[in-house]
């Protein structure tokens, strides 16, 4: 086992607060600091693997595991970022004055007011979405849960005009096309590691009715480049992520599009704050579901610049 397996593998065993956990901090660090990952990522990493326990974890006991281990291997020393004060501090009660705002309520008042008009038929959504919002040359990955396979746009749309079937689930931003390795240590073409351009963050409310997903990304001032029926009980918001911030490394990504988009404005709202990784699956356009009898569509897109729907 390479000594990431070995990080990632300590990540994952890292006990609750109050049963021990001090030890499995310190030895996660010296497995980061060998690995060469920064102490940035290090500490973002163990942050959020601690799992709930019966006292909270300060960032300064995590700054010190770090300390110690940078100490011993590479010498050097780590001060953390402060943690973004919340944007939203009651969430419920943000949500429900959002929505009540909200001026369109139904689908077809999104297809009415869609920037791009949706004229051709939901089968046909796959090969507009694409032609829209890609470049012929971004490679991207189309697929299963299970998929592998990452292509040029113009390959993609060249094999569904001769009739390939189309599949359930595309990445949002463009991939290098090149091998690169998981969190876990294993290859892979289409992991966070191999987003080569940081175009969409994706957003989806699991708990919320469909009528006021509707009302609430309609009146939600969040650049939104396009919304998608997933064919299910959700809607799947993309978002413009240099429309919010400068975003071209993977630190700028945890920094402004994890932590402050999603931790402390989004997640708060009651968005599935696991979509925030910038290879995260969404839903694609056109795709019919045979397990629910309907399509993924389109439901309201911008072209290539987000913007706010009302």
Partial sequence: ????????????????????????????????????????????DIRNAIPQ??????????????????????????????????????????????????????????????PVKITWEPEEDTINFLSLLFDPGDHIFIGDKFGTTVKPVFDWIDGFRKGAKTS???????????EGMTKDGKPSYRCDNTV???????????????????????AARLPVV??????????????????????????????AIKQRLYDSLLAPLGVDKACSNPARLSRLPGHYRTEKGNYQRILWLSGLEGRFIA
């Avoid at 956990?21 to 920064?38: D, E, F, I, K, R």
């Avoid at 974890?57 to 943690?83: C, M, V, W, Y």
């Avoid at 080569?196 to 309609?218: N, P, T, V």
């Avoid at 959700?234 to 975003?247: P, R, Y």
Wanted: glycine share 6%; net charge neutral; hydrophobic share 35%.
């Fill in 196 to 218: 080569k351009k940081y175009s969409h963050c994706m957003a989806e409310f699991d708990d919320l009715s469909r009528a006021d997903q509707i009302r609430f990304w309609s």
């Fill in 168 to 178: 359930p689930h595309i990445i949002p931003n463009p991939m290098t096309g090149r």
């Fill in 53 to 114: 326990g019966s006292r909270r974890i300060p960032d300064k006991e995590i700054q010190d595991a770090i300390n110690k281990a940078l100490s011993d291997h590479n010498g050097g020393s780590f001060t953390p970022k402060k943690r973004p004060a919340p944007v939203v501090n009651d969430g419920k009660t943000a949500l429900q004055k959002i929505i009540c705002q909200a001026k369109i309520t139904t689908e077809v008042d999104l297809f009415d007011v869609s």
């Fill in 1 to 44: 086992m390479n000594l990431l397996a070995r990080y990632n593998e300590s990540l994952k065993n890292i006990v609750p607060p109050g049963c021990g956990c001090h030890p499995y901090l310190l030895s996660t660090a010296n497995y980061g600091v060998l690995a060469g990952l920064t102490a940035e990522q290090i500490f973002s």
């Fill in 226 to 255: 396009c919304l998608i029926d997933s064919g299910g009980k959700s809607i799947h918001a993309w978002l413009d992520v240099q429309k919010l911030a400068t975003v071209e490394t993977p630190e700028q990504w945890q920094s």
